[in-house]
């Protein structure tokens, strides 16, 4: 899947591709066929970074119930022939996932959609995850034939349909066709269930990688063997030192993290940042200076897993540097330094913002780390994140960080953020949002009541609103 094009923040579309509040609120307030055009790109066009990480289902599904939009938009996207050769779940997953929000709000058609596209698209698996949850046994029942007619009555079909069974995220259906009353269904779904059992087992009783015993060494080449096949093993690998290494191969683990292969440099470096060792944080400098991508990543992140004062230390004098380390070192201190770096980690992040935009991976810790201190001056470039980033769950972690810094924030930002795609984002919203504006009381009460939302977010809800939501 190609990235998505984000279009500006300050559009409707814009917003709605990026899940936030206002997105919603701008979106009722627009010409209605404006508004349900923005929308429908955002759910037949999934704008999401990474889509299996970020939430945009129950907000698209709750504007469709405030626009009380059609889904014929929908359904052409779901039954195009596009869907015969892109089989790629990404292409309908979010469609789909919000046809089954909209089922659980009892819209009809959306359940008939979803079971006519388990029925014949090529994403049926996702489809039938959503009905699993909504459908009745019912109609669960009458998709039995059609989705066991996708696998040939042959071994080389069997095989498929237990794996099938054996990886489904919802098991509902299929022990529900278990014990169908047609024997044709309940037989092959049974037979299925039990293929699929003992391939577990199997897979358990079969392990792969190093065993008791392995020298050192062994540890070494087995995660150079999987660099070269293209698996990163050298975190596993770090662990089974921890089990074969004694005070006696330090020489060789410290001569392998200064000089070794790739998989025995990453592994040795991650090993010794583990076990704190004196020569670590001189190895992982060098390992910056010369050594390949990999190295230097693995590096990075050994350094950043230590919790030592020595490399809290080491930051301060490393933040300074133009490069991968000089940016370890400042999500470092964002994550363990003190009041003392506050200026170091505002630098970092005003740097990151400067150098690589509101989206840099970087700024995950570093807006955390501008929280954690309560770095006020922090607001602005706060703030700038917030509005432009594409990801929603860094925008969730600046409005975390807003909270902490930006007295502006619950009257501002947490307003909209009861509105926001994500639940953690809503939760902060549901704890800080000023009470005087109408709409925030009315939100708040939706929240508590509406059945799809979060546990963590009516919580928070209830400990603002109280027993009685007229103490608002």
Do not use: K
Not at 91 to 113: M, P, Q
Not at 302 to 326: K, N, T, Y
């Amino acid at each position: 899947m190609f990235d998505p094009v984000i279009a500006p923040s300050g559009t409707l579309l814009g917003l709605l591709q990026r899940g936030r509040g206002d997105g919603t609120l701008h979106a009722l307030t627009a010409p209605r066929a404006e508004a349900l055009a923005a929308l429908n790109h955002c759910v037949l066009r999934d704008p999401r970074h990474d889509w299996q990480v970020e939430n945009r289902s129950l907000y698209y599904a709750r504007l469709y119930l405030d626009l009380n939009g059609e889904l014929d938009d929908i359904e052409e996207h779901l039954f195009e022939a596009e869907d015969v050769f892109d089989t790629d779940e990404s292409r309908t997953g979010l469609a789909l996932a919000v046809l089954g929000h909209l089922a659980s709000y009892g819209r009809r058609d959306a359940l008939e959609l979803l079971r006519r596209y388990a029925a014949v698209g090529a994403n049926w698996a996702w489809a039938l995850d959503e009905l699993a949850l909504r459908d009745d046994d019912t109609g669960l029942r009458a998709l039995a034939e059609p989705v066991l007619a996708r696998f040939p009555a042959d071994p080389e079909g069997e095989a498929e349909l237990a794996a099938i069974v054996r990886d489904s995220f919802e098991p509902r259906p299929w022990r529900l066709w278990a014990d169908d009353p047609r024997e044709s269904v309940a037989t092959r779904v049974r037979a299925a269930q039990e293929v699929g059992s003992f391939d577990r087992w199997q897979r358990q009783m079969r392990p792969t990688g190093p065993r008791p015993g392995w020298s050192v060494r062994a540890v070494f080449e087995w995660a150079q063997q999987g660099i070269e096949r293209g698996a990163a093993l050298h975190v596993p690998a770090a662990r089974c030192l921890t089990a074969v290494a004694g005070p006696e191969d330090r020489p060789e683990i410290v001569e392998a993290a200064r000089s070794g292969d790739d998989g025995a440099r990453c592994t040795a470096l991650r090993y010794l940042a583990d076990s704190q060792d004196p020569d670590v944080l001189d190895l992982i400098e060098a390992a910056q200076a010369a050594g390949s991508r990999l190295v230097v990543d693995a590096a990075v992140d050994a350094f950043e897993r230590m919790r030592s004062v020595a490399a809290v230390q080491r930051a301060r004098s490393w933040v300074h540097r133009p490069d991968a380390l000089g940016e370890s070192a400042g999500r470092v201190l964002a994550c363990r330094g003190g009041a003392q770096d506050s200026e170091l980690v505002l630098g970092a992040l005003r740097e990151a913002v400067r150098g690589e935009g509101p989206d840099a991976p970087t700024l995950w810790t570093l807006v955390d780390g501008a929280g954690r201190l309560g770095i006020a001056c922090a607001a602005p470039v706060l703030r700038h994140v917030y509005r432009e980033t594409a990801s929603s769950h860094l925008r969730g972690r600046a409005a975390r960080a807003l909270a902490a810094t930006d007295p502006s924030f619950p009257a501002g930002f947490a307003v909209e953020c009861l509105w926001d795609c994500e639940e953690s984002t809503r939760e902060v919203a549901a704890r800080h949002a000023e009470t005087g504006d109408a709409r925030v009381v009315d939100q708040l009460r939706r929240l508590a009541a509406d059945p799809a939302e979060e546990a963590e977010v009516q919580t928070a809800v209830r400990s603002r609103i109280g027993p009685d939501a007229s103490a608002v």
